[in-house]
């Protein structure tokens, strides 16, 4: 399944295979692809990635900009 909603997919997810531009950046668990470098390297920003209290899995969370 392609999904394109990351916390979506950790949820229901064993595996993930994240990619930029076509080119594939990770593989793995949704905990070993889900950190805050890999998804700040991916999307170019700053994000939070803490483990959901109900499901224990990765969710994240985008980290406002100071301006």
Do not use: W
Not at 27 to 55: I, M, R
């Amino acid at each position: 399944m392609v999904l394109h909603d990351l916390n979506l997919a950790s949820q229901y997810c064993d595996r993930l295979l994240l990619f930029n531009n076509g080119t594939l950046c990770k593989d793995g668990t949704p905990e070993a692809v889900l950190t805050c470098e890999v998804v700040g390297d991916v999307y170019g920003t700053a994000v939070a990635v803490l483990e959901n209290p109900l499901s224990s899995r990765p969710h994240i969370f985008l980290v406002p900009s100071k301006e």
